[in-house]
């Protein structure tokens, strides 16, 4: 299987955030937003990739930068963040 370049897997974690927001506002549950971050951080935790532009970087800093702000979206937006819908 082809890796995801970044466009497609940042493609993604927008739908998942649309869907989960959507679930949010339908269900009247604000929980679904969060755990839309979570997912969301999540793909860019396990597959950490980055935008063609910043490749002359060093790839090993920007994986562990990619990482460390995916946990940071996770931890701020999933587990701290209060929706109320």
């Known amino acids: 299987m082809k890796p995801l370049s970044f466009r497609v ?3 993604m974690a927008l739908a998942v955030l649309a869907c989960a927001f959507l679930f949010g506002h339908f269900f009247k549950a604000g929980v679904f937003c969060n ?5 969301a951080g999540l793909l860019f935790v396990l597959n950490p990739i980055w935008p063609e532009g ?3 970087k060093e790839h090993d800093k920007l994986e562990k930068g990619i990482r460390i702000g995916s946990i940071l979206v996770i931890v701020l937006f999933g587990f701290f963040m209060r929706y109320g819908v």
Do not use: A, P
């Open 35 to 39: 755990i839309g971050w979570i997912l």
């Open 54 to 56: 910043w490749d002359w």
């Open 9 to 11: 897997q940042g493609h």
